[in-house]
């Protein structure tokens, strides 16, 4: 029954993402709609630097502040009780 069921839910993710990929056709990108005025592009560095080095910042720069301001006092890791027989 599990087989039966893990390929209905696979029938449906591919039939909804192939759906998904007909409906938003990048052929429709391609005409302007009025007052559409894009700017100009990035470069490369700009791109890594925007979108990848940024985020990296932004996360260590939160985990820091965390690590810092984190007033708990059990830092050890807890003795294991032996069991008994």
């Known amino acids: 029954m599990d087989k039966?069921?893990?390929l209905r839910a696979g029938a449906?993710?591919?039939g909804t993402t192939l759906?998904?990929?007909l409906m938003s056709s990048p052929a429709l990108a391609l005409t302007r709609d009025d007052g559409?005025?894009?700017g100009p592009g990035?470069?490369?560095i700009e791109t890594l630097g925007q979108?990848?080095?940024a985020p990296l910042v932004i996360f260590a720069?939160?985990?820091g502040l965390v690590m810092v301001l984190d007033r708990s006092t059990d830092r050890r890791p807890k003795a294991?009780?032996?069991a008994r027989a």
Do not use: E, G, R, Y
């Open 36 to 38: 559409d005025d894009p």
């Open 4 to 6: 039966k069921n893990a």
């Open 61 to 63: 720069v939160i985990t």
């Open 12 to 14: 449906l993710v591919a």
């Open 80 to 82: 294991k009780s032996k």
């Open 19 to 21: 759906m998904m990929l």
């Open 42 to 44: 990035l470069s490369v």
């Open 51 to 53: 979108f990848v080095l």
